[in-house]
């Protein structure tokens, strides 16, 4: 990439369903630490955690990480992610991906992936990815959310439903429309630009119709590139049944390094 990117990782330490969830150890390391050691991994030029947590900052600094501390009355990581560009001064055209903290299995390569895809097409404000879904079980699946796409790749609309849905089908007939529907990866590239004009738009009602931030963005007329990847969507971490199941994934990863 001749332009290269940079990484911004929202880290926030109050969540519901798992409690301080990016400082849990996994593997000998707090959560948040892979996330930022798979940043590093991407062949980012800069990787930065963002948290209005003081534990979670102390934390980060001592695996080597470097925070940024952020307003605690944000409601989502694009904010935080957006006061982190406005805070360095970073130009429009810069691109900045958003790894959620709690992903500590995502691939290097994806997002590498989102970030070249942006870079590549000068038409579109946002990218991200998708994956074909296999089984009708996912498809059906409202914590997986799918995304419909135009003939460019550009996104339709994204959904926690079943889209695309056959005419004929029932909840209990439908199969899954193979090369049809795809999961949504919850990975996005911006270019600075439209970062602040997102981060500058009150919430839509789509977005909180599906409780889906992307559906602003398209409600605005944003144009959001999708790529579709083979690279199947790791594991997040929501539950505690998520953390047991990440820690046995990543117990036998090797030690990762990072500047």
């Not at 990782?9 to 798979?38: C, D, M, N, W, Y």
């Not at 559906?215 to 929501?238: K, N, S």
């Amino acid at each position: 990439m001749s332009e290269g990117f940079r990484v911004v990782v929202p880290a926030r330490l109050g969540s519901t369903r798992l409690p301080e969830k990016v400082l849990r150890p996994i593997a000998g390391k707090p959560l948040v630490q892979h996330a930022f050691e798979a940043a590093w991994r991407s062949g980012a030029d800069e990787v930065i955690i963002a948290t209005d947590s003081e534990r979670v900052a102390v934390a980060c600094r001592e695996f080597g990480g470097v925070v940024a501390m952020t307003s605690p009355l944000h409601t989502s990581g694009t904010d935080r992610i957006n006061e982190v560009a406005r805070a360095r001064g970073w130009p429009e055209q810069m691109i900045v991906v958003n790894l959620q903290g709690d992903e500590p299995l995502m691939p290097p390569q994806l997002i590498r992936e989102a970030a070249a895809l942006l870079e590549k097409d000068a038409d579109a404000d946002i990218a991200t990815l998708c994956h074909p879904l296999q089984s009708r079980e996912d498809w059906l699946n409202p914590n997986f959310v799918k995304v419909v796409l135009d003939r460019l790749g550009y996104a339709l609309y994204f959904s926690r439903a079943p889209i695309p849905w056959r005419r004929e089908g029932t909840s209990r007939e439908s199969q899954l429309p193979a090369g049809l529907a795809f999961r949504h990866l919850g990975l996005y590239a911006y270019r600075v630009g439209a970062l602040t004009k997102f981060s500058a738009l009150p919430p839509s009602p789509l977005e909180n119709c599906e409780a889906l931030e992307q559906l602003r963005a398209l409600e605005h007329g944003f144009r959001i590139r999708v790529g579709i990847t083979d690279t199947q969507p790791p594991r997040g971490v929501d539950t505690e049944e998520d953390l047991v199941a990440v820690s046995a994934l990543l117990a036998g990863r090797p030690p990762a390094k990072h500047p």
